[in-house]
């Protein structure tokens, strides 16, 4: 151990040991060439330059990553932003093609439905059934409120709106919509205040008299 | 080569000292490598303080993807429900309460510059946008906990506006909200939500697991940055959509049919009031219309009793009615025919059971096609007086009485068919014309159809098929069809329903061009709390249309009108409902002689 460890230790020792051995057993003496010395330099500069070259590729290859990941971020929000609108829009026409609100914008452009139909028959060149003018001014009846989707009620004014007896609604102060659709549920409470609205509703009718069921 | 000697001596000398040295140091430094590998070794290989694991705890962000609810839609594909983004906007408090400002990229006089604004001023922006009150938002945003949900149910576009405020800690999540954009068109029948995801009532109840759907998961690790980390953990359990539910209903005349009937219980003062338009042909519901319809997108407007479907879960004594059933049975029986007479006294005493019409007559000469077509009680009783007991409770069950139909709502009414044995002395005669026997308006129409269809019963239908997300139809099979009389017998009774209307007192169902089938109906209806006596009237009225080859059927019923009883007439909103539903169908005109059969016996 002691001799090994001098024998690294100390460079002239080593030396010297060295130059003991041949005086006994002389081996001839050879040129010894020096290549690697040479070499040495493009081998280092070929590692620094690989080394450069990884170190770009994950450079490269990191920017591309993120900004691939920018970009589906970018193309998410706007896949996202799309859907939204297209959203918004389906449900403007669904709540333009709910009945009720077609109903309204229909009376609201004095639309009237008609009663009497009559039909041909193209085959035999019959008409059957007596077609009737539909008349201006013939109430439709009862009013079915307008669907309460959030922030689509302003989309169509509700039927009560155009509704010229409305006015003699006493207290009708919210909105068309609103009051219409209180008065149903205070008309399944109270039959008193129903069979006034009736009244209001079917113009020309006499409503049937009043009268409290037993038991109620 | 003696110097060489003489380091080589003083090294020799002084190797003891340094192979100590060597030694000592090498040992320390093995220690400190024990040290930092066996440190190393713990925290990477068994992770005792948890820190690797928490590291990635930190990173990991597990998102539920939340499966979209199938949509309802009609036979024309008309939606009556169906999901839509919302959004909530939520805080992390501990780190919008420690940003004392923030920069964002403003575009100030055409160019986009960084700009700074502070917590204050983010916080009445946000107010601003939200809404809401600015000290609200304030007590909202500051806090210690990482998840607070500052305001619900916003618009995409409100979403939007928050988003462009880049507040730090203000998040937005995506929640889907039912939307009803028919509203109360069919309302009772779609249903609606419980605190917008459970089924609470109709379609949306009974169909719930089926809309639902299974949500997704999605497990990623995310950056300081807010990026997520392209090379770290990407799980991803994709969400399975509910289905979609497409109904046999008709939006239009649904539309139309609850329009009528609300007018007709307006004008009325009634209780309530529905009507059924069924196909004859298939069993499908076209439109089952109630009066106070609740709108779905806000159920609470209308009073909880008006919430369901009465045409299926509310059961009341039919009335005359049920004549059509006792006049099948007779007919079926081989004990009468259309034409048969009967002598038929002012009042009729059977077991000491007395028996009375709704008029005054004299004692009259009647066919049996005439007790149906001015709705004889006595007559009836006469004539079904030839059956057994057992046989009219068995011809009553046979046309589906005391059997709720299934058509996918909840709390179907079966309706009360006491057993022929327990039958008291008065309402063995009753059941004849439809008192002492209960039963929903669907179950009405269900015995309507089949007689109007060859004497074959087709059980009603609501729910048509199941729609997958990747387009696939699944039709829901009709339940088996049951034969309850012969075509012959249906043929008979069906003239004598259009006789009714032809010669008999029902004039009014008459429509120009078809030619109807029609019955009235009057039943005493008992007092919902139990008191002995009645309350009021149910007056009703079902027929259909056109009776060469009949393909509709249409029952209008009205509970407790006020007024007298006798000038109220369902007729007009049958007859406007029918020819809507004709026309809507196309249905030509109807062709052949219309049947009159003699009222009176000669």
Redesign the interface.
Known sequence: M?TA??KN??L??G??VQEESPRKARTPLSLVRSMPKKRRAPFVVLCFGMLAVALMAVLVLNIS??T???QL?KLRSEQT?L???N??LT?QV??F????NL?AKASELGMVAS?????I?LSTLTV???AKPAVKGDT????????????QLNVVPPASSSDPLESRKPADTGKPADSK??G??K???A?AA??K??AV??GG?I?????K???? | ?I???G??KA??QK?PN??KRLRLGLSIMLALLLVVGGKLFLVQGLDVGGMAEAALDNRLRPTVLPAERGSIVDENG??LANS??RYNITVDQSVNTKTESFKRLETVNGKEELVTVSRDQGISELADVLGMDSQDVRKAVTGERTYYVVAK?L???VE?RVANLQIPGIFSEGTSKR???????AGGIVGFLENGTTGQAGLEQTQDEILRGTPGKRLFEIGADG??I?VGVDQLTPAQDGKDVKLTLN??I???A???I??Q?????AEWGVIIVSDVKTGNIIAMADT??P?P??PG???A??RGVRSVTAAYEPGSVEKMITASAVIEEGKSNPLDTFVIPPSYVVDGQQFDDSFSHGTEKRTLAGILGWSMNTGTVMAGQRLTKEQRHDWLQKFGIGEAPDIGLPAEAKGILTPADQWDGRQEYTVLFGQGVSQSTLQTVRAYQSIANGGVMLQPRLIDSYISPDGTEEKVPAQPARKIVSKETAKQVRDILESAVTEGQIKEAA???YRVGAKTGTSQSP???G?A?F??YTASMVGMAPMDDPRFIVEVVLQ?????IY??TNGPVFR?VM?QVL?TYNV???TGEPARLPQYAK
Do not use: H, W
């Open positions: 002691s460890a001098v230790l100390t002239p020792a030396r010297r990553v993120s691939a990941q920018y971020v932003a859907t939204k609108q959203q918004d449900q669904q709540n093609e709910a009945p009720q109903a009663t009497g139909k009559g039909q028959d059957s059934g007596k439709a009846g009862a009013v079915i409120a307008a669907p309460a989707v959030p922030g659709k209180s149903d549920s008309k399944a409470k039959p129903a069979a609205q009736a509703l079917n009718t409503p049937a008299p009043e009268q069921a037993p038991g109620q | 080569m110097v060489a000697q380091t080589g090294g020799r190797v340094a192979t008309t939606v839509v983004i149910d618009k995409p576009d939007d939307v009803y954009p028919n509203g109360s068109v990026l997520r392209p939006s239009d649904q539309y139309f609850q329009q009528a609300q007018s219980s307006d004008k009325l003062s106070n319809a709108d997108n806000d407007k209308v009073a009793k008006d429509i120009d061009g007092c919902d709390d008191t006596g309350c009021g407790r009108p006020k007024g007298s000038g109220i406007s020819s026309r030509p005109p109807s």
